[in-house]
């Protein structure tokens, strides 16, 4: 009712909203793609012909020398250097 006669109808702001915990990422830094699409533009290499499992078109497979833990660790570097943000667990 204290809320009603003071603000009238109208939905309630959680008190908390503007304090954002400190490891929150901003838009720009998940947003932030180059570095993975320009890696398999250099790196991978697009599936022969049709595959019954496959139905896209657009799926490119990195080679079997490339580990996840590779690619992130040169995707760290590329952060580190150009002064973003690193995006991890």
């Known amino acids: 009712m204290k ?3 003071s ?3 109208e939905a309630r702001i959680h008190k908390r909203k503007k304090v954002m ?3 929150v990422l901003a838009k720009e830094d998940y947003e932030r793609k180059d570095f993975i699409s320009n890696y398999a533009e250099l790196h991978a290499m697009p599936l022969p012909g049709r595959i019954p499992q496959s139905w896209r078109s657009d ?3 990195l080679p ?4 996840k833990i590779s690619v992130y660790r040169a995707y760290e570097a590329a952060i580190k250097e ?3 943000r690193c995006v991890s667990l």
Do not use: A, D, M, R
């Open 3 to 5: 809320q009603y006669k």
């Open 7 to 9: 603000e009238g109808i």
């Open 21 to 23: 915990p400190h490891n």
């Open 59 to 61: 799926v490119f497979l």
């Open 64 to 67: 079997t020398n490339c580990t």
């Open 82 to 84: 150009s002064g973003f």
